[in-house]
């Protein structure tokens, strides 16, 4: 697996970027590969999810 950075997102403090993002959903976890958005995954995830979303896509 590559290095990865997961970053948090409050939706109350700033209601812009969801929007941007297309985000219908919450938790909504979004992967960019060098600044651009690769895939989405809605619902919440246990770490095995998690994986098996970095997975596959490649990460």
């Not at 959903?25 to 998690?50: H, R, W, Y």
């Amino acid at each position: 697996m590559k290095d990865v950075t997961i970053a948090k997102h409050n939706i109350e403090e700033e209601l812009n970027l969801p929007v941007q993002h297309n985000v219908k959903g919450i938790p909504t976890m979004i992967l960019f590969c060098n600044g651009e958005q690769k895939a989405v995954k809605v619902g919440a995830s246990n770490k095995a999810d998690l994986v098996d979303f970095l997975t596959k896509n490649k990460i």
